[in-house]
């Protein structure tokens, strides 16, 4: 990842990523000043890196800014010297011309795909790396879920999210609408879609999370929180314990944590 980001053209093209997310290779090289070849071995060694996440629509293939390995650099050096950095990282806001925005975030596990669908599924097992949030659903297609604060929280019973599980293939895919409920500021952006993806890779899995159907400009806080969120998930399983970076364990009790 170091030496992905050691290029100037390629941090200018996470730049234009960063500016608006989901361009094309022809998007992409109408903005630099070298032949498409070269525009596509940049855009190799940034994928590489996983720093960026490309999806297929139609004819077009589309190139996302992946936040996730930038947060684990952060969570690892850059936290231990600056608190304000973490609010410049998790505000990363990027969107598309069509009117609506969709964030694409990868990272790869060292898991079986069985353990990581149940991290995800799992109440208590989801709450040790989502803010201390339990999300609660029978995880059949068509049936509801909720997510509230968990006894250990600082605040119990507090409504955080609720949706439609609309696709459940386990242990392989996840689709749900999504609404925040945490505050009236949220609230009013409506529902969304999260899509989870979960593909082994030797003895690991690569997990993709989309999240798309946000409005044009939708409140950063609606997907500000996943880089924390897949970084406290991969802590977890590969290591059993908990990420405590700063607001990673928002709502949960400091004497749970100690």
């Known amino acids: 990842m170091f030496k992905a980001l050691a290029d100037p053209t390629r941090r200018r093209l996470l730049d234009m990523l960063f500016r608006r997310d989901g361009q094309t290779l022809g998007q992409l090289e109408r903005r630099l000043d070298m032949t498409r070849f070269g525009v596509m071995k940049h855009l190799r060694v940034l994928e590489e890196a996983h720093l960026v996440v490309t999806k297929k629509r139609g004819r077009e293939k589309l190139h996302f800014l992946n936040a996730v390995p930038i947060r684990r650099v952060h969570d690892r050096w850059i936290d231990k010297y600056s608190a304000q950095v973490a609010a410049m990282l998790t505000g990363l806001k990027k969107e598309i011309e069509e009117g609506e925005m969709e964030k694409v975030y990868e990272i790869y596990i060292k898991t079986t795909a069985e353990r990581l669908w149940e991290a995800i599924t799992d109440p208590a097992l989801r709450a040790k790396y989502s803010f201390g949030v339990a999300t609660h659903s029978d995880w059949t297609p068509g049936s509801r879920y909720h997510a509230q604060t968990t006894d250990a929280a600082v605040m119990t019973g507090i409504d955080i999210a609720d ?5 459940v293939d386990p242990p392989r895919r ?6 925040a409920l945490w505050s009236d500021a949220v609230k009013g952006e409506g529902y969304s879609r999260v899509t989870w993806e979960i593909e082994p890779v030797g003895d690991s899995c690569r997990l993709t999370v989309t999240h798309d159907q946000l409005r044009d400009k939708a409140n950063p806080e609606l997907y500000g929180g996943w880089p924390m969120i897949l970084s406290g998930l991969k802590t977890l399983l590969e290591t059993g314990q908990l990420l405590t970076t700063p607001g990673s364990q928002r709502f949960v009790h400091p004497s749970q944590l100690a």
């Not at 949706?163 to 696709?167: A, I, K, Y």
């Not at 996840?174 to 609404?179: C, E, I, K, M, S």
């Open 163 to 167: 949706g439609e599980n609309v696709e």
């Open 174 to 179: 996840l689709v749900q609408t999504f609404r």
